[in-house]
């Protein structure tokens, strides 16, 4: 495959609509409010990403990663992931996610979907199941630096790369983008993005693609 570039895939809120990895997982693990109360203050800027994670973390504890697994087979996710990675792939361009979900969580659509690479904030596990401590943070910065890593792997730089996403983290890496797509986001991030995407189906954003890849291609 001939690499022309990356696309760069947040989770909650973009291809988990309405309701984020961590409270659906939240409300299966039996933590709901205190994930829903954490998310909430992180939105509105009063919690750090860090420590809405440890908040969310402690209600992991005693469950086991196979637990978990069981409980993202009912992730709710937007149309149309296979056929939007399908052309990014006949396109050259690799589709990877950099989110802030858990890291469980972007192994899962990995593994699901195709996705090449994912990153996102680590759990602790001893003796097979999570301890409620987290043994990685990651921030919004930090999920920025992920894709300038991956685009570097890859032999690119982050303007040769697009960026899908919806909120508050994905704003450093819409910065640095090529092409920054706003998909189904907030007014921030469609203020800091290059167009904007309003749809319950990924293949919705392949038209910017199309029109940016055949201008790169100049």
């Given at each position: 495959?001939?690499?022309?570039?990356?696309?760069?895939?947040?989770?909650?809120?973009?291809?988990?609509?309405?309701?984020?990895?961590?409270?659906?997982?939240?409300?299966?693990?039996?933590h709901a409010e205190l994930c829903r109360d954490a998310e909430a203050r992180y939105d509105d800027g009063t919690l750090t990403n860090q420590e809405a994670?440890?908040?969310?973390?402690?209600?992991?504890?005693?469950?086991?990663?196979?637990?978990?697994?069981?409980?993202?087979?009912?992730?709710?996710?937007?149309?149309?992931?296979?056929?939007?990675?399908?052309?990014?792939?006949?396109?050259?361009?690799?589709?990877?996610?950099?989110?802030?979900?858990?890291?469980?969580?972007?192994?899962?659509?990995?593994?699901?979907?195709?996705?090449?690479?994912?990153?996102?904030?680590?759990?602790?596990?001893i003796d097979?199941?999570?301890?409620?401590?987290?043994?990685?943070?990651?921030?919004?910065?930090?999920?920025?630096?992920?894709a300038r890593g991956v685009a570097a792997e890859l032999g690119v730089g982050l303007k040769h790369c697009a960026a899908v996403g919806d909120s508050r983290s994905d704003l450093p890496l819409f910065a640095e983008a090529g092409l920054a797509i706003a998909f189904n986001a907030t007014p921030a991030a469609q203020a800091a993005a290059h167009t904007a995407v309003t749809s319950p189906d990924l293949r919705a954003v392949l038209p910017a693609l199309a029109a940016w890849q055949s201008r790169t291609a100049r």
């Open positions: 495959m001939r690499i022309r570039g990356a696309v760069f895939f947040d989770v909650d809120g973009t291809l988990v609509p309405g309701i984020s990895s961590g409270q659906h997982l939240a409300d299966r693990l039996g994670s440890v908040l969310d973390a402690r209600g992991w504890a005693t469950w086991t990663p196979a637990d978990v697994h069981d409980f993202l087979d009912s992730l709710p996710l937007v149309d149309g992931i296979p056929e939007t990675l399908a052309w990014c792939r006949r396109h050259d361009l690799v589709p990877v996610l950099a989110t802030l979900a858990w890291d469980a969580v972007g192994a899962y659509l990995c593994d699901r979907f195709g996705f090449a690479r994912s990153c996102g904030p680590r759990l602790e596990v097979g199941r999570y301890s409620g401590e987290v043994a990685e943070h990651l921030d919004e910065h930090g999920k920025r630096g992920f």
